[in-house]
Every structure is written in C-alpha cells, then in structure tokens.
C-alpha cells in the first residue's frame, strides 16, 4: 500500500463518515413521510389526508411526556370535528411498558409503537418528547422540543387553531 | 517511515474512539431508570457523605436531578 492510496482511503472514509451522520432530521418546511412504510404498532388513523396532525414522540420512562398527556387528549376532544389528529409514538422498546402506561394515562388520541425505531431514526427528535404539527397538506409547520406546560399549551392552541383555519 | 506512522495513528485512532457511544434521546429509556442513580439507596449514600464531609472537607453536591433521560 502507498501512501497516496492511504490518502485516498482516508478521504474516502471521512466522505463516507459525512454522509452517514449528514443532518437527516425531519424539520420544519418537510413532508410528513407515508407512515405506512414504518412497522408500526396499532391501528394507525384512516387517513391523515386533509388533517392537521399533531405527530408526538413519546416514551414511558420520560416525566414530562407523562405531564403532555392530559393537554395532549384534552385538545384532541376540543379539535377533533375540526380536522385534528394527534398521533403519539412510542419509542418504548418493551410493549408492555408502553400498556402500563396506557393504562395509567388513558387518551383518546391514537397511540402506536415504533417498536423497530424506524419512524424515529428518521425524525430524529432531540430530546423526549418532541413534537411536530403538520398542516393540512402534510407539510411541517411547527416543532416542540420538551414539554413546558402552560407554555407549550398555549403554542399548540395557537398554532393548530391557526392551522385549522386555514384551506389546504 | 512515514507509512508507517500513518498506520500506527490509524490504528491508535481505532483503538481510542471505539469505546465512544452516541446514546440518541429515544433510546434513554435504561439510563433513565431508578436503579442507574448515583443516590438510589439512602444510608450508603449517607456513609459516603459522611466520609466525604469528616475526611475530606466536603459535603454536597453528589446528587442529580432525574435519571439520564435527558427530557426537556
């Protein structure tokens, strides 16, 4: 090996090292990916079509997902016969934690599983939980890093309200 | 000479950076747990402060705020 084929392989290697840590976040301005490619678990809604959806990474040992619930389900109630759906995804890696916690917090927003952290890998949300509120057309328009109690609830108010007036 | 430099920095380089671990957030759920804290069980944790604070002068500040979920 000479040294001009170590340089070669090097560089090739901090390429290759680029792309695969390249910034593959879902983020404001994206498409919501079909969820039907990610193995989910559950009953995942008909159709999102149309909807404003509020898309919730969540997991069982994580306090301040635990303290969303509650806001999360009350504007569920609040919205849902305008066109808003929450849909929470659990990145538990054991089922029956996530059932536990169900059965403590129950919702009537739709809850399902990533159980292979597909879904997840390609949002990649930087901290538990984080959500994302998507526009009628399925286009990113807010992001929520943590849950801040009033706070947070007075920004989901205003932006879903915001996009539910609006047409597709 | 020089190749093989390269090679011994290259094989340093593979041996030093391999314990690195990038925990993402949603795989916390271990860490996170009651049983990963420093300060889980009160009387060991009241003998080390003892310790610490007759020995050493010190006392305080050995304690964390949650596990290592990293939420919020």
């Given at each position: 090996?000479?040294?001009?084929?170590?340089?070669?392989?090097?560089?090739a290697?901090?390429c290759?090292?680029?792309?695969?840590?390249?910034?593959?976040?879902?983020?404001?301005?994206?498409?919501?990916?079909?969820?039907?490619?990610?193995?989910?678990?559950?009953?995942?809604?008909?159709?999102?079509?149309?909807?404003?959806?509020?898309?919730?990474?969540?997991?069982?040992?994580?306090?301040?997902?635990?303290?969303?619930?509650?806001?999360m389900?009350?504007?569920?109630?609040?919205?849902q016969?305008?066109?808003?759906?929450?849909?929470?995804?659990?990145?538990d890696?054991?089922?029956?934690?996530?059932?536990?916690?169900?059965?403590?917090?129950?919702?009537?927003?739709?809850?399902?599983?990533?159980?292979?952290?597909?879904?997840?890998?390609?949002?990649?949300?930087?901290?538990?939980?984080?959500?994302?509120?998507?526009?009628r057309?399925?286009?990113?328009?807010?992001?929520?890093?943590?849950?801040?109690?009033?706070?947070?609830?007075?920004?989901?108010?205003?932006?879903?309200?915001?996009?539910?007036?609006?047409?597709? | 000479?020089?190749?093989?430099l390269?090679?011994?920095?290259?094989?340093?380089a593979?041996?030093?950076?391999?314990?690195?671990?990038?925990?993402?957030?949603w795989?916390?759920?271990?860490?996170?747990?009651?049983?990963?804290?420093?300060?889980?069980t009160?009387?060991?944790?009241?003998?080390?402060?003892?310790?610490?604070?007759?020995r050493?002068?010190?006392?305080?500040?050995s304690?964390?705020?949650?596990?290592?979920?990293?939420?919020n």
């Amino acid at each position: 090996m000479n040294t001009s084929l170590l340089k070669k392989l090097t560089l090739a290697a901090l390429c290759a090292g680029a792309l695969f840590t390249a910034d593959a976040a879902l983020k404001v301005g994206d498409t919501l990916p079909e969820l039907g490619g990610f193995k989910l678990e559950g009953k995942l809604p008909d159709s999102l079509q149309g909807k404003v959806v509020v898309l919730d990474f969540w997991a069982s040992w994580c306090g301040p997902c635990a303290e969303s619930f509650p806001v999360m389900d009350e504007l569920q109630k609040k919205y849902q016969d305008q066109g808003l759906v929450i849909l929470a995804v659990s990145v538990d890696e054991k089922a029956a934690k996530m059932e536990a916690f169900m059965k403590k917090n129950p919702v009537a927003f739709t809850v399902v599983r990533d159980a292979e952290h597909k879904l997840v890998a390609v949002a990649e949300p930087q901290t538990m939980p984080t959500s994302f509120v998507i526009d009628r057309a399925g286009k990113v328009r807010f992001l929520h890093n943590g849950f801040h109690g009033a706070t947070t609830r007075k920004e989901y108010v205003e932006q879903i309200e915001s996009l539910l007036k609006a047409t597709p | 000479m020089k190749m093989k430099l390269l090679l011994a920095a290259g094989l340093a380089a593979l041996l030093f950076t391999s314990g690195c671990v990038n925990v993402k957030p949603w795989e916390r759920g271990t860490l996170s747990d009651y049983t990963m804290r420093a300060d889980r069980t009160p009387i060991p944790t009241a003998q080390a402060q003892h310790i610490w604070f007759s020995r050493e002068e010190a006392t305080g500040g050995s304690g964390v705020g949650g596990g290592g979920c990293g939420c919020n």
